[in-house]
């Protein structure tokens, strides 16, 4: 069965530009979740979203948002960007949340 | 917060050699854990998981340790592959969401 695909694989945006990145999970997962992650400081949870609805939100600043459709597939939407938003972005699914997480290979952001 | 730490941010061994990876974690509710493995522009691959009613579990050719009581995880790889190379995450999960380790990066020598 596919896996977790995201989408773009790699971009470069302007500082104070935004950016759309888009996720489709695994079919039949249900639940979504988006991390950073940058040279030393590991994955950074961003939120988790289930079911159309946001379940869980890391420690990100309110210009890093998103949302899921009713299909599953997630966009996470950071505005305003900063030049420290450059980062690999990982999309991860699993059936109900929690246990099971299939990563995406990721969106490679760049802020110049 | 949570933290999970890894003791080695970089790891060489041998073809053929026994890896061990290992993880600290702080949060003495952590029920759940998993190892993933990340190679150079590709995704976080899961390799094992544990939960924590289990101190000990097998796969193929890696076994995954828990010890509870000093909050220590372990990644062991037995007969180390030259494509066992890339950077390994230990995550530990509250029931509420996974903290990641910053990773050990293995390199395996031929």
């Known amino acids: 069965k596919a896996g977790v695909t995201q989408t773009p694989r790699y971009l470069i945006k302007t500082r104070g530009q935004q950016v759309t990145l888009s996720c489709s999970p695994i079919s039949g997962h249900r639940s979504v979740s988006w991390y950073q992650q940058t040279p030393g400081q590991g994955l950074q949870f961003l939120f988790e979203y289930f079911s159309e609805t946001q379940r869980n939100k890391g420690n990100f600043p309110g210009r890093f948002s998103g949302r899921q459709f009713s299909n599953s597939r997630s966009e996470m939407n950071v505005s305003t960007l900063e030049l420290g938003d450059s980062a690999l972005y990982l999309c991860?699914?699993?059936?109900?949340?929690?246990?099971?997480?299939?990563f995406g290979s990721g969106t490679r952001l760049t802020v110049v | 917060g949570e933290s999970v730490g890894l003791h080695l941010p970089t790891l060489s061994v041998q073809e053929g050699d026994n890896s061990i990876i290992n993880c600290a974690y702080s949060n003495s509710a952590s029920d759940y854990f998993i190892w993933y493995k990340q190679e150079s522009g590709k995704g976080p691959q899961f390799i094992i998981d544990?939960?924590?009613?289990?101190d000990k579990r097998q796969g193929q050719r890696v076994t995954v340790l828990l010890n509870k009581t000093v909050k220590h995880l372990s990644l062991q790889i037995a007969a180390t592959q030259p494509g066992d190379s890339a950077v390994y995450f230990c995550a530990e999960n509250t029931g509420n969401q996974f903290y990641f380790g910053t990773g050990t990066s293995l390199t395996v020598i031929p």
């Open positions: 544990i939960r924590s009613n289990m």
């Open positions: 991860a699914s699993s059936l109900a949340g929690n246990y099971g997480y299939t």
